[in-house]
């Protein structure tokens, strides 16, 4: 049993409501059970969760928060970003990583994300997916400098015309 653990809630399911997608902070992507059906997708939560077999049942839930000035500010690219991490990870997937930006993106002043922050963004999140696209003209040094920058210069960074095309295609890619 894991006491007070940390997660955002990635996907409901419709037909039945108890269970629920959620990425936690230290197991990854997992399938749980609920006993509360209020709980919103997108948001974030403590919880107590036990495994049986190989399910896992969660709770003494507590909501921490739901990013409503994201969702209010541009509800399409936050409901995308839950959407690629819950259609690009695996279950059981432990990448910290993606949680931390997934947290960064729930802590940051949402009226400051330009398009070029959501870009960069969106590299940060797709590599440490471990999505690369397979064309060798994709990979470039512009990329590879953008992706070692730390996600908290999202705020200071403004990138060429010239590297945001090569962005632009890498995204595309």
Known sequence: MFLDSVGIILRKNELSPNKIIVLDKIQGKIECISSIHSLSTGAL????????????????????????????????????????????????????????????????????????????????????????????????????QLNVLDINQLDAMTISVSDEKELDRWLWC
């Open 45 to 144: 939560i403590t919880y107590n969760i036990k495994k049986q077999g190989t399910m896992h049942f969660i709770s003494d839930s507590t909501l921490i928060y739901i990013p409503l000035s994201l969702a209010q500010s541009d509800m399409l690219f936050f409901h995308h970003v839950l959407e690629l991490i819950y259609y690009f990870t695996q279950i059981g997937n432990c990448c910290q990583e993606v949680f931390d930006l997934l947290a960064f993106l729930y802590s940051t002043e949402h009226t400051s994300m330009t398009t070029q922050s959501k870009k960069f963004f969106l590299l940060k999140l797709l590599t440490s997916m471990g999505s690369i696209p397979e064309i060798s003209g994709a990979r470039s040094t512009v990329i590879t």
